[in-house]
């Protein structure tokens, strides 16, 4: 059993940065392909990226492109979420997720929430104007 905790969330002006970090006990990170999605109030969970078990492939949804970026430190067993050009659309809860890495994930493999086994409980990210 996989046990994820979300931390780095809170608030920050418009056009600044935050960094979200998913710490992971109970299995390594590296052995999961992870995921971050986040949820507006009244909007659907929707996807942010991911990263793949083995680390070679990362995905990202196109209105985070250029701005979002996943790293992972297998050391710390966390993976991170670098949040940059910061706009109130972004304002959500972002959730980290991990299922058992399989062979080489497509984007659309990953970016489905059902796909996830293991969920954290979310931080709040919250951007003013």
């Known amino acids: 059993q996989v046990q994820l905790v979300e931390s780095g969330g809170g608030l920050v002006q418009a056009g600044g940065s935050l960094r979200l970090s998913c710490a992971a006990s109970?299995?390594?990170?590296?052995?999961?392909?992870m995921g971050w999605f986040r949820q507006a109030p009244g909007k659907e969970r929707e996807f942010v990226g991911a990263i793949t078990g083995s680390g070679s492939r990362i995905f990202y949804e196109d209105s985070v492109k250029g701005r979002f970026s996943i790293s992972r430190d297998d050391a710390w067993n966390t993976v991170n979420l670098q949040m940059n050009s910061l706009s109130p659309a972004d304002t959500a809860v972002y959730f980290c997720?991990?299922?058992?890495?399989?062979?080489?994930?497509?984007?659309?493999?990953?970016?489905?929430?059902?796909?996830?086994?293991?969920w954290g409980q979310g931080t709040q990210v919250t951007v003013s104007s």
């Open positions: 997720a991990a299922r058992t890495a399989r062979f080489r994930p497509t984007y659309n493999h990953l970016a489905v929430s059902g796909a996830y086994d293991y």
């Open positions: 109970g299995g390594a990170v590296s052995d999961h392909d």
